[in-house]
């Protein structure tokens, strides 16, 4: 270990000396080099490295970018299934694709790789900030649930993968052992994120109400509306509420899906999966008539369901500031509960879509991009995100526990009804 931390000392020092044309934070980026060389050697999972790879050569080639090079398109299927399934952060990406570029550093070569440094950081950086990356995490997500599973067998059961996947029987079993386990702990997981959600809403709203509401009510009507500040108070965190109840959990008929198409993938040589990505660098030349059609509905949507809101809001007598704060937290809510959704259906393989997904899609889209810039913003500023985490390991815990079992009542409940 202590001659890996000299090899990038003496790496960083080959950097320092050397003239470079492009801006690059030697420091920063030695360091995170270095944290994920050190972290690779003390604690590597070989299972992870082994799906990983299979993974992206069984998707390189379903993923199609029409203007782009297969090169290019490789390189970004590997940094989609690096972040997407290994879970790799910043520093983790960009030690793999130097290790890609430049190969593993060592004492021979260091000279060599300081000397080509700035070209080939110009290329990783390139890559990192890719224009259409997202859309391909997107599409490798989605195709994650067997393999995800296929994963966790993998890690239990270590030398006896063979042997278990000759004898279908247990291994079916296994597969369905595996989701029902999987399937408990994200239910747990959901249920701490809608409490943890509804704390925060309702932290947060407090907040807004005293110190946005009613100093804008005593300043310009005179006096403080209660009633509208009570619904303004008691409203989001009940809606978010109301809204976790709609979040479902995989069931036994989805590990079916994921046990078919792993019998699939492991056993036929073009194994059927969702059909290919065929992407574009540049945007496609749409009609301009189409584009304005498109754009118009876009922007309707938006207006549509702000607007009605607001209207509304104004029926009931809100003042601005309140309308303005109600709208404000019902767009945070959307996106915490598609996010909760999407942490919900990480092992979900959708039967069919939904004839109501594009209506959906329609009205709630604008709201959830609205509520995730709202988010970041209010994570950036409010203090009683800091609170809460501590409020977790005090006596509320037991309060919030108590949260937990009565959401997962009522999720039962919901489920019993189909």
Do not use: C
């Not at 945007?283 to 549509?304: K, M, Q, S, Y």
């Amino acid at each position: 270990m202590g001659r890996v931390i000299d090899l990038y000392l003496e790496f960083r020092e080959q950097l320092l000396a050397r003239p470079h044309d492009v801006k690059i934070k030697i420091d920063k980026l030695i360091y995170q080099l270095l944290s994920s060389h050190l972290e690779i050697m003390l604690n590597k999972s070989k299972d992870i490295e082994l799906i990983s790879n299979f993974i992206f050569h069984l998707l390189r080639e379903r993923i199609v970018i029409k203007d782009d090079s297969a090169e290019n398109r490789d390189i970004q299927v590997f940094i989609a299934v690096r972040r997407a399934f290994a879970k790799d952060d910043i520093a983790f990406l960009k030690f793999h694709l130097f290790e890609q570029y430049f190969g593993r550093i060592t004492e021979e070569n260091v000279h060599t790789v300081a000397g080509n440094f700035a070209k080939g950081y110009k290329e990783l950086e390139g890559q990192m900030h890719y224009p259409i990356k997202e859309r391909i995490i997107s599409y490798v997500k989605k195709q994650l649930p067997p393999f995800l599973i296929f994963a966790e067998v993998l890690r239990k059961e270590r030398g006896g993968v063979r042997a278990l996947i000759g004898n279908i029987t247990e291994f079916r079993n296994s597969i369905f052992a595996t989701a029902d386990a999987r399937y408990k702990t994200i239910s747990k997981k959901v249920r701490t994120a809608i409490v943890r959600s509804v704390i925060f809403i309702l932290l947060s709203k407090f907040v807004f109400a005293f110190s946005v509401e009613a100093a804008y009510d005593n300043i310009v009507l005179g006096y403080i509306a209660w009633n509208s500040l009570i619904i303004n108070i008691v409203a989001p965190p009940l809606l978010m509420v109301i809204s976790s109840l709609f979040i479902r959990t995989p069931d036994n008929n989805n590990t079916k899906r994921i046990y078919d198409k792993l019998m699939s993938i492991l056993f036929v040589d073009k194994p059927e999966l969702d059909r290919p990505l065929v992407i574009s660098l540049k945007p496609e030349r749409r009609n301009p008539v189409l584009n304005f059609i498109f754009t118009f509905l876009w922007w309707g949507a938006f207006i549509l369901i702000f607007g009605y809101m607001a209207y509304i809001l104004n029926r009931l007598k809100f003042s601005p500031a309140s309308q303005g704060v109600f709208i404000f937290f019902v767009a945070i809510i959307s996106f915490l509960t598609y996010r909760i959704t999407q942490t919900a259906s990480s092992y979900t393989i959708p039967a069919r879509q939904n004839f109501l997904a594009p209506v959906w899609d329609f009205f709630f889209t604008p709201v959830i991009r609205v509520g995730r810039r709202f988010t970041e913003g209010l994570s950036q500023i409010n203090i009683f995100i800091y609170i809460f985490d501590y409020l977790i390991e005090t006596p509320f815990k037991e309060i919030f526990g108590f949260l937990e079992k009565w959401f997962y009542f009522l999720q039962t409940k919901r489920e019993e009804m189909g």
